[in-house]
């Protein structure tokens, strides 16, 4: 569906080009593959999950670490017209339910502690999820079994909604944090897209340290 992708991320991004793989990895999670995404900071990776929760009717769930995040990108896809809520203290998790049963919303972000709650559970079980995207998704190798177990819990949301593609995005792995992201998430033969982290605009200059250098 590229003429759709090109259309989205100019209404929305207002950007004319993908930045690299983006477009491949939108393609591969739109088709319904699970996906594992290794992006520099700055690669764009919110868009991966975004731009395909544009394409169709119903509910990307986003998990994502911190408050302060979810609440930024929140903001963000607000204000490029991707309708988007993040779970909260602020209000009874029953009346988000029903915003979100009745709000069209395209986004939906969440701590990984709050899908331990049975009540989240069992509406996420109704609602039109279509979509998981974790964020982050390094958290589970290297915080999950330290204190943020509830990161090695996520795998449960198999069990509730089987059939639901998920994407896994990472700025930070090697590859046995990649091997524990695929194992402890579940991914089903997972779609693997991986940037180089190269930046040859970039250099670093130290006068002190090379007229110390051996044969310098």
Known sequence: MPNAYK??????WKADEFRPLQEEICTAFDEG???????????????????PALLNEGITLVISPLISLMEDQVASANAMGIK??????????????????????????????????????????????????VDEAHCISMWGNDFRPA???????????????????????????LEDIKTDLNLREPKRFRLSFARPNIALQCPELAASWPGE
């Not at 259309?7 to 929305?12: A, F, G, M, N, V």
């Not at 593959?33 to 731009?51: E, F």
């Not at 502690?113 to 998981?132: M, P, Q, S, T, W």
């Open 151 to 177: 990161f090695k819990e996520i795998s449960t949301l198999r069990d509730i909604l089987p059939e639901v593609p998920m994407i896994a995005l990472t700025a930070t792995a090697t590859a046995q944090v």
């Open 84 to 133: 988007s809520m993040a779970l909260n203290n602020r209000q009874s998790l029953a009346t988000q339910i029903d915003n979100l049963r009745y709000g069209n919303y395209r986004l939906l972000y969440s701590s990984p502690e709050k899908l331990r709650l049975a009540e989240l559970k069992h509406a996420l079980a109704e609602l039109n999820i279509v979509r998981i995207a």
């Open 33 to 51: 593959h699970d996906v594992v995404a290794l992006l520099p900071t700055g690669g764009g990776k919110s868009l991966c999950y975004q731009l």
């Open 7 to 12: 259309s989205l991320l100019k209404k929305h």
